[in-house]
């Protein structure tokens, strides 16, 4: 019997490459390149993706801010997955059902387990320097969630977040165990209005479940979108770091 494997990759180079932006360099911000601070940008994608394959987004952010910007795209572990029958491929942690709904059950320990190992990322890119507000956790549908989690949990208080088509990895339990300082970073949480994978319902239950926490979230819909990474959010992405980036001190 064949079996029916589902991979949550973002189908997102056709559409960013044949959209590509031309590189722009604001006059205003001319000189600013001396005052560019080291950045990191952490990209965790979807269910069976690989990082290397996530690697052009990087390209597509232009602006002279990120010249001093480090970019990671890790590669999840090879696990089982229960939603494909136990197949084993890249993946962060365990997904019980497809599509992911609102109500979906949560695979809090394997979630956990993920989320220590993002950290270690993080602190290594923090003892080699940068400022904890420059660092950006970023990604993709399981790497959303991941995203999230890792975020929140952080001990210290990040640049920010963003979830692209992901989901609430936990249920409010999980509120003891947010350090206060984890919190204070801003999410922000782009979903497509027609994505039939993890619904656009699981998304909206994000920013009602932040907000119980006091977690600040803007959230984004995008219309006729579905599963998968469009360039006007990436476009978005790029104007939000900046925003929360932090200047010389
Ligand atoms: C980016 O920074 C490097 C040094 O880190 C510098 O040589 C280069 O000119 C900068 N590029 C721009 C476009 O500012
Ligand atoms: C919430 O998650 C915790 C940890 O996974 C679990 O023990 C608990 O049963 C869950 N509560 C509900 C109401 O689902």
């Known amino acids: 019997m064949a079996l029916m494997v589902i991979t949550l990759c973002s189908t997102i180079f056709l559409i960013l490459y044949s959209e590509r932006n031309h590189p ?11 005052m560019a601070r080291r950045s990191f940008i952490l990209w965790l994608h979807g269910l069976g993706d690989s990082g290397p394959a996530n690697e052009p987004i990087k390209t597509l952010f232009t602006s002279i801010e ?14 089982p997955v229960s939603c494909n029958h136990g197949a084993v491929m890249p993946s962060w942690f365990d997904i019980h059902e497809l599509p992911v709904t609102a109500h979906s059950p949560k695979e809090e320990d394997g979630v956990l387990k993920a989320v220590k190992h993002v950290h270690s ?9 940068t400022n904890p507000a420059n660092v950006f956790v970023c990604g993709f549908s399981q790497g959303g969630a991941l995203t999230l989690a890792s975020v929140l949990l952080y001990p210290k208080t990040l640049g920010g977040g963003a979830v692209f088509s992901g989901w609430v990895p936990f249920n409010q339990s999980i ?15 782009c979903h497509g209005m027609e994505d039939r994978t993890v619904l656009f319902e699981a998304g909206q239950a994000g920013p009602p479940f932040l907000d119980k926490a006091d977690v600040s979230c803007e959230f984004k819909a995008y219309p006729g979108l579905g599963h998968s990474i469009s360039s006007k959010e990436m476009e978005y992405l790029q104007s939000w770091i900046k925003s ?6």
């Open 121 to 129: 990322m993080i602190d290594e890119e923090i003892a080699a320097g």
């Open 66 to 79: 990120f010249n001093n910007t480090k970019w990671s795209f890790p590669s999840a572990p090879y696990n």
């Open 24 to 34: 722009r360099v604001d006059p205003k911000s001319k000189g600013k390149d001396q």
């Open 175 to 189: 509120f003891e165990k947010l350090p206060e300082n984890g919190k204070k970073a801003p999410i922000l949480w």
């Open 244 to 249: 929360h980036l932090q200047g010389p001190s």
